[in-house]
Structure formats: structure tokens, C-alpha cells
């Protein structure tokens, strides 16, 4: 019998062509890796911590029945909504995202808008100067400011010896630290995509401003910058987004005082063992995030193509 | 323009300052003979020797770069896969979710991703390991990687790729001949970015590395914890240094490719 007789089922035919074998190689891969977690994290979320390994209670339980009883409680996000700590928590982070966002966003644009007006001969090892620190440590990075800002570290040394202060001043494991961590390390992602904007920003369009009567700086206001808000829409989602849960700069940098919420679920898991509790944390942290997300993948998309 | 503005170059310089003073600080110390961090006490690398003697960084950075190695080499076949597969597939059923699952890792704080996939991992009874650190880091390293060949293969004319197809040359052949020349300067950069970002990582690391998989970062760290030292900064400069020659080196490649591309 001639192997092609064998009658397949058109839709498994369908299922199993190349270009369906070809996609679903990295589909699958991110499905399990990335989507299924999510869906640990909410029902370890539903659980209640026991002492165990691993340490929390199991959602179904098999008794003397045929069908599990599910057991779900919502002990862990009524505990996260009854302690105000957790509710401060989110909060300040969003207090320093936002914050901190708008900081990079002014530093990072008059970085990114004078590297793409510079000589073009310069560009090249201009943007190269830019994205070198990107490539670096994160942590290294991080570590290098706290010997700058450290109460005997190098700033207050430097100032001290020309006599500009003559008490040290108190920067280190202060919410300004955090900051100044935060716009350092972040810098980078938002100069990235306001250059490409700015880069390729058709100046015949400044040129008719400036013919018409138009002072720059209102030029800048009125063409540049609306000009490039796609730019500056990912540089801010790029820093809002990552901030948000940001864990080592605050841990290092910052003090007791410094709350953040990705601290909280780092403590929350490593220290008290309350996984419960630290996916719960997770799960309202990633609901508050979902839709800055998806606007940033689409605007991405919409870049790309 | 021809010229810098006057804003432009003060821009300029205390931006790159801003960028570049902590670093430079940072390997200058790491040459001082004393331990004290903001004392001067003259030139030494007794601090590197030092390091050569630290039984604890050599193993930590023994498994950081295996890690990285194999997760990079991994995340770029499979990112490299996926970029194709967005730009050339069309619009083939769960599209959207596709993309998603490919930008959300790249913004998705660090520690949503670390505790999700470690959970993952103990609910099915896998070992925290060596393994699990590299297929975490796979996973969103093979998204960033994605994202680069996908922005290249936007930018080149697919009409050549479609010629060939038209004259019989089968989809394999036409990939090795015509779509692989042409973004293999992406999948370059793709595997050398992959490398440098599970190099750097310490939060993912943290949540899924066990005992015995310890990663330079969270040895780092934990050192960071104790204080600031010379062996640290030590360290330190010998990755910045690997780091600035493995991108000052992949840039110059990128460019005398072009330059050939643009003489042929």
C-alpha cells in the first residue's frame, strides 16, 4: 500500500506542517517557562504557609472520595491589604517609579537629543559611549556609588577638601541614594530609543520653524518634542516598568527606611519563608503592571513594523 | 549640523561624566594598595593576586561562565527563531500572545520573573541547580535576542529571499544562502548580549541557583553586603574590562562588515 493512501486527518496535517513545527519550538519554550510560572505563582498564592518543604499547602486534596476538594484561601492577599506596610510599600515604589522616570527622562533626553545633533562623525562614538555602561554589571554599577556616597566615601572627601561643606553630608542608605542609583543604572534604556526617535526626526521640519519665524526654543516645544513622543513613550515604559519592582538598588543603596515592593517580596521569600505571601505580593504587583505591559508591546510592535 | 551647540557639549560632557566617573573610580581604587576605600596609599595589584587566591570567586566565576555559555548558545537558536518567526509567519493563530510572552521578560521586574520560575521548578520537584539557573536565564535572554533579529530582518528587502523561492531553491537552501549571511551580524550581537546578561545577573540567579551553583553576582553581592573592598573592585574591573573589549570588538566587526557590504 502506497504510504500516501493512509488518509490523515486534515487538521492534524495542518497541526503538523513545518512552518507549525518551526513557531512552535520558541512557543512552547515561553509557555512553559514564562506563562506557566505565572500560573504557579497564583495558585501558591491561594495557599496557606505550613512549615515544609516545599512550604506551603497543597490546593487540592485528595480525600476519601474520587474528586479533590479544592482547598483556596484568600489569607494571603487579606494579610497584604490588613498590614499597612505592604500597602506603603507599593506605594513608594510608585512615588520613586514615577519620580525617578521623569528625572531620567530630562537627563536622558538632552543626552540622547545632543548625540543625535552632533557632527555625524561623532555619533558613532557617541552612541557607543552610551550603550557601553549598558553592557556593564548592573551590580557593579550599583556597588560603584557606594563608595562616592558613603559618609566618608569620596563626594563628601572631594567637598570637604575644597571647602564647600565642612560636615560630611548624609546621602548614603537615604531615599536620595536610591534615586541617584536608579537614574544612573536606567539611563541607558531611556537614551536608546528617544536617539533612534530624534535620529531619524526629518529636520527639514525645523528648518520651515525657524524660516517662518519661529524662536527655537518654541520650535523645540511645538515640533520636536511632539515629534518625538513615541521615543520618549517606550524610554519611560523601559524605566516606569522594571522600577517598579526594582530590588538591588534599594537594597544597597537605600535604607530602612526605603520601602519598596520589591524588597518586600525578595524579604517575604528569602527571610520570613512566607512563599504564600510572596506570591501574593507578586501577583498584585504584575496586576498593577499588565497594562503598562501590553501598551509598551504595542508600541513596540508598532515601531518594528 | 557640522558643529556642537554650545548646550549640546555641556549636555555631552556632564552626561558621559555622570556615566563614566563611578567606574573610573571604581577601577582606579581596585590599583590601591590600601584597604580603605577612599584612602590613596599608592599603586599595587596585590589586590588581583589576591583574587587568585580566593577559592570561593574562582568557583562562582568557573559556574557563571558554563551558565552563560550554554544559555546564551541555547537563547540564540531559540530567540533567533522567534525573531524570524514575527517578522516572516504572518499572522498564525496566538500571534499576539507570541509577542507578548517575547517583550513582556524584557521589562518584567526581576524578581516576578525569579520567584515564578522558581516555583515552577519546585512544584515539578526539580532540583535547584546549575540547570535550572541556565534555562531561566535562557528564557528571557532568548527574548532580547529575539527583538534584534527581528528589528534586522524588518530592515532588509525580502524580495531576494522570494526570488529565490520562485526559482526553486528549497526553503532550507534559501535561509543558509540568503537570510543567514545577511542577519548573521544580529545573531552576533543577539549571543554576545545573551552572554553578558546572564554574566550580569543576580536577581533570577538568586531565586533559582542552589547550593553548589553559586554565580559570580550573588558571590559579588553577598561581598557587597559585608562592605566595600578592594577585592571587589578588583573583580569588578577585570568583568568591565571583558565586557568593554567583547563590545568594542563586536562593534568593529559590525562595521567593517559594513564597510565590505558597501564596497562589494
Given at each position: 500500500?502506497?504510504?500516501k ?12 506542517n ?8 520558541p ?8 506563562l506557566?510560572?505565572f500560573?504557579i ?6 495557599a ?9 499547602t497543597?490546593?487540592?486534596k485528595?480525600g476519601?472520595?474520587w474528586?479533590p476538594?479544592?482547598q ?12 499597612s506596610?505592604?500597602i506603603h ?5 510608585l512615588?520613586i ?25 561623532w555619533?558613532?562614538i557617541l552612541?557607543?559611549l552610551v550603550?557601553l555602561?549598558?553592557?556593564?554589571s548592573?551590580?557593579i554599577?550599583?556597588y ?9 566615601g569620596?563626594?563628601?572627601?572631594a567637598?570637604t577638601t ?10 548614603m542608605?537615604?531615599?536620595?541614594a536610591v ?15 528617544l536617539?533612534?526617535?530624534l535620529?531619524k ?12 519665524g ?6 523645540f516645544?511645538?515640533?520636536t ?5 513615541p ?7 523601559l524605566?516606569?516598568?522594571p522600577?517598579?519592582?526594582?530590588f538591588?538598588i ?7 527606611q ?5 524588597k518586600v ?5 528569602f ?14 504587583l504584575l ?8 501598551f ?9 513594523s | 549640523m557640522?558643529k556642537?551647540?554650545?548646550?549640546n557639549?555641556?549636555?555631552?560632557v ?6 563614566y566617573i563611578?567606574i573610573?573610580?571604581?577601577i582606579?581604587f581596585?590599583?590601591n594598595e590600601?584597604r ?22 574562582k568557583d562562582?566565576?568557573?559556574v557563571?561562565?558554563k551558565?552563560?555559555f ?8 531559540l ?10 509567519f504572518?499572522?498564525f ?13 524584557m521589562v518584567m ?7 515564578s520560575t ?9 532540583d535547584?541547580?546549575v ?7 535562557i ?15 524588518s ?6 529571499t522570494?526570488?529565490a523561492l520562485d526559482?526553486?531553491?528549497?526553503p532550507?537552501?534559501?535561509?543558509m ?8 551580524p544580529?545573531i552576533?550581537?543577539g ?5 553578558t546578561?546572564s554574566?550580569?545577573d543576580?536577581?533570577i540567579?538568586s531565586?533559582?541557583s ?7 553576582p550573588?558571590k559579588?553581592?553577598s561581598?557587597v553586603?559585608?562592605?566595600?573592598t578592594?577585592e571587589?573592585n578588583?573583580?569588578?574591573t577585570i568583568l ?8 568594542v ?7 567593517r562588515q559594513k564597510?565590505?557590504?558597501?564596497q562589494?
Amino acid at each position: 500500500m502506497n504510504i500516501k493512501e493512509i488518509q490523515v486527518p486534515s487538521f492534524l496535517r495542518r497541526a503538523f506542517n513545518g512552518r507549525n513545527a518551526i513557531i512552535s519550538i520558541p512557543y512552547l519554550w515561553l509557555l512553559f517557562l514564562f506563562l506557566f510560572p505565572f500560573i504557579i505563582v497564583l495558585k501558591i498564592s491561594l495557599a496557606q504557609p505550613v512549615i515544609a518543604m516545599p512550604p506551603y499547602t497543597d490546593l487540592l486534596k485528595w480525600g476519601e472520595s474520587w474528586w479533590p476538594t479544592i482547598q483556596a484561601s484568600l489569607d494571603s492577599y487579606l494579610f497584604l491589604f490588613s498590614d499597612s506596610l505592604y500597602i506603603h510599600a507599593y506605594l513608594s515604589s510608585l512615588k520613586i517609579a514615577i519620580i525617578s522616570t521623569i528625572l531620567t527622562l530630562i537627563i536622558g533626553y538632552s543626552i540622547a537629543y545632543s548625540v543625535a545633533r552632533a557632527p555625524t562623525r561623532w555619533r558613532g562614538i557617541l552612541l557607543m559611549l552610551v550603550i557601553l555602561p549598558f553592557w556593564t554589571s548592573f551590580l557593579i554599577r550599583v556597588y560603584a556609588w557606594i563608595g562616592i556616597l558613603k559618609t566618608e566615601g569620596l563626594l563628601n572627601l572631594a567637598l570637604t577638601t575644597i571647602g564647600i561643606i565642612d560636615k560630611p553630608l548624609i546621602i548614603m542608605n537615604t531615599d536620595l541614594a536610591v534615586y541617584i542609583g536608579i537614574v544612573y543604572s536606567y539611563l541607558p534604556f531611556m537614551i536608546l530609543p528617544l536617539y533612534a526617535n530624534l535620529e531619524k526626526m526629518d529636520m527639514s521640519l525645523l528648518e520651515a520653524a525657524a524660516d517662518l519665524g519661529c524662536r527655537p526654543l518654541k520650535t523645540f516645544w511645538t515640533v520636536t518634542i511632539p515629534l518625538s513622543l513615541p521615543g520618549i513613550l517606550a524610554g519611560c515604559f523601559l524605566v516606569f516598568i522594571p522600577v517598579m519592582g526594582e530590588f538591588v538598588i534599594p537594597d544597597l543603596l537605600g535604607g530602612s527606611q526605603t520601602l519598596m515592593i520589591g524588597k518586600v517580596l525578595w524579604g517575604e521569600f528569602f527571610y520570613n519563608r512566607d512563599w504564600p505571601v510572596a506570591s501574593a505580593v507578586a501577583i498584585i504587583l504584575l496586576a498593577i503592571l499588565v497594562v503598562p505591559i501590553m501598551f509598551y508591546q504595542k508600541s513596540q510592535e508598532k515601531a518594528i513594523s | 549640523m557640522k558643529k556642537f551647540g554650545n548646550f549640546n557639549i555641556a549636555a555631552l560632557v556632564i552626561g558621559f561624566s555622570f556615566l563614566y566617573i563611578p567606574i573610573i573610580l571604581l577601577i582606579l581604587f581596585s590599583f590601591n594598595e590600601s584597604r580603605l576605600v577612599t584612602v590613596w596609599g599608592g599603586f599595587s595589584t596585590k589586590w588581583y593576586g589576591e583574587l587568585m587566591h580566593n577559592q570561593g570567586i574562582k568557583d562562582a566565576a568557573w559556574v557563571t561562565i558554563k551558565v552563560a555559555f550554554i544559555s546564551s548558545t541555547v537563547a540564540t537558536l531559540l530567540g533567533t527563531i522567534a525573531g524570524i518567526v514575527m517578522t516572516r509567519f504572518g499572522n498564525f493563530r496566538g500571534r499576539t500572545l507570541f509577542s507578548g510572552m517575547i517583550y513582556a521578560p524584557m521589562v518584567m521586574p526581576e524578581v516576578i520573573i525569579g520567584l515564578s520560575t522558581l516555583l515552577m521548578f519546585v512544584s515539578l520537584a526539580i532540583d535547584r541547580g546549575v540547570l535550572t539557573v541556565t534555562l531561566a536565564h535562557i528564557t528571557f535572554s532568548m527574548c532580547y535576542v529575539a527583538v534584534i533579529i527581528q528589528s534586522r530582518m524588518s530592515s532588509y528587502d525580502d524580495s531576494i529571499t522570494e526570488a529565490a523561492l520562485d526559482l526553486g531553491c528549497t526553503p532550507f537552501r534559501t535561509f543558509m544562502l540568503i537570510t543567514f549571511p545577511i542577519i548573521l551580524p544580529a545573531i552576533v550581537s543577539g549571543w554576545l548580549l545573551a552572554f553578558t546578561l546572564s554574566l550580569d545577573d543576580l536577581v533570577i540567579a538568586s531565586f533559582t541557583s542552589g547550593p553548589g551553583s553559586t554565580t559570580l553576582p550573588i558571590k559579588i553581592y553577598s561581598m557587597v553586603r559585608l562592605g566595600v573592598t578592594p577585592e571587589i573592585n578588583a573583580v569588578s574591573t577585570i568583568l568591565v574590562g571583558l565586557v568593554t573589549v567583547g563590545v568594542v570588538t563586536a562593534s568593529l566587526i559590525g562595521k567593517r562588515q559594513k564597510q565590505q557590504l558597501a564596497q562589494s
